[in-house]
């Protein structure tokens, strides 16, 4: 599925959950994949005693990578030309996210259409953990 | 990482699985090859893995050496810096092309700016730039990367 130009409009806004209270058994996951094993996420007694943390809590790119499933699900696979965010706040165990995504502007480039989306994740107390911005390519 | 980084389909179905993507584009290649992707290709937050390949990669445990998570006491370090150590502040990506099972990495590392600002619930914030470009085996930028990296005086208050 690729998102057309001529089926969206600007301010037009998608949302959609990107993870359902949170385990830390996906955190452990998370850092298995990436390599980042850094024990504030994983080891809750280090996490508690020594971070000075209430919980271990999920990786910045855990909560990037989760908010890039709404946009790729949106834009479709491998249109994708830029893609940042800021860590706003941190993610728990037990978080549920949803990622909202804004259609900020439509444009077009040689005949190649592109999208600029406003991108926001934030917990189950509408508290924003991600906020950013994307660009894809899309089909007229 | 002046290492190579090379892509591969596994990684990149557990690399999905991890960040809760079940699309099929990440680990079927029969389908992979019905799409305009024309294969399996990585998520756009992949090259996060590529600390795997960083030899000296200081958050992982290295065989034979301490390591400062919890074993027998809360840290297998007597020395413990202050505050949370470093955290990730920002990243952006700008793809040139998608990553592809069989692709072969390196890259080239640059610092960026470094600032510092107060915050109320942290203290006094550290940010250091880290710009990172990856190329592929014909030496082609695939992907750049910049990151933002912060050293908080304290946790960050809940």
Known sequence: MTLKASDISEGQEFSEVVAENLTRTQIVQYAGSSGDYNPIHTDEVYTKEIAGYPSVFAHGMLSMGATGVAITNLVGDGRLTKYGVRFVNQVWPGDTLTTTLSVESISEEDGQFFVDLVVSTSNQDGREVVRGAATARIDP | ???????????????????????????????????????????????????????????????????????????????????????????HYEYHRHLRPGDVLHSVVREGEKWERESKRAGKLKFSETITEYYDQNNELVITARSVGVVTERPIDQ
């Open chain 2, 1 to 91: 990482m002046s290492e190579q980084f090379p892509v591969e389909a596994g990684h990149i179905m557990l690399f999905a699985r991890s960040i809760g993507d079940k699309n099929q584009i990440y680990y079927d290649s029969d389908y992979a090859s019905t799409t305009e992707a024309q294969g399996v290709i990585a998520p756009p937050t992949f090259v996060a893995a590529s600390s795997q390949f960083d030899e000296g990669y200081s958050l992982r445990p290295k065989i034979g050496e301490p390591w400062f998570g919890s074993g027998k006491t809360a840290t297998g370090v007597e020395k413990q810096e202050g505050g949370s150590g470093g955290l990730h502040a920002e990243q």
